[in-house]
């Protein structure tokens, strides 16, 4: 999230050399902490949705899918580049704010936007159905296509045909993206201002699903050689990998069930593709 220019310290209120009112009198608007209210802590770097709030304190979730507990504070927020206090949402306020599978408040009866000339680019099938499957709503409302790359052995030849400039962005999500692995070499290739390369460090796009969320304790180890979703499938006895695929992905019902690297990753990439020019 971009920062207002003198934010911090003794600039951060702005200045109104015409009121001559008593600073006491002009107290913060006050705003329910909401799930799903994007809320930055005044004085800090932190940014985070709400994902709880009770009397004394609210839970942000960061980017990376961390948690922070932050002590309420009369004024000690920003919710859209204002100044706020929060406060706990009563029952009503809480039930009326329902949620995307990513976190995000629904907006109601919004329809698809007209694509953007902006995309993201995910490895394969199983990563782009994935990415529906928690951030459909929100990239719907934004306008943003998602499309398999089947690899990123060609990438370099993809960014240059998309031809990427001012207002037609590329997000693009790669699978084990690590030190020394193939994907890393391939993004250290690309630098272009209206590129943005993220990922997870999980083999294959299975991984970033928490096992719990299917009934086992971890993903099992596949030997170094062996395809890591043959592998897995015989570990688990199952004969029919299109068919475990579809119950893993039937089996995700919000960002929760993902782990936290995937979900900055992702989160990194909407921001980029749509911000504006």
Known sequence: MAETPYRKGILSEPLDLDDDRPRSHRKPPVIAATPGLEVEVRGTQLWGVVVSCDSAFVTLRDRSGRD??????????DVKGDQCTL???NASTTASASRTASGSIAVADAPARIARASRILVE????????????????RVEGIVVEPLQGADNLLEVVRTFGPRSGRRLGILLDHLVDHSKESRIAAGIDHPDVLVTGHPFVDIWAAVKPSVIGIAAWPEVPKGQPWKDGVCAALGVDDSRLFWKKILN???SYADLEPPLIGAVEQLIDFVTEPS
């Open 68 to 77: 922070h507990k932050v002590r309420l504070h009369e004024g000690g927020f």
């Open 87 to 89: 406060v706990r949402p």
């Open 124 to 139: 394969g099938i199983h990563d782009a159905e994935l990415v529906e499957k928690v951030w459909g709503d929100d990239l």
């Open 251 to 253: 089996s995700v019902s």
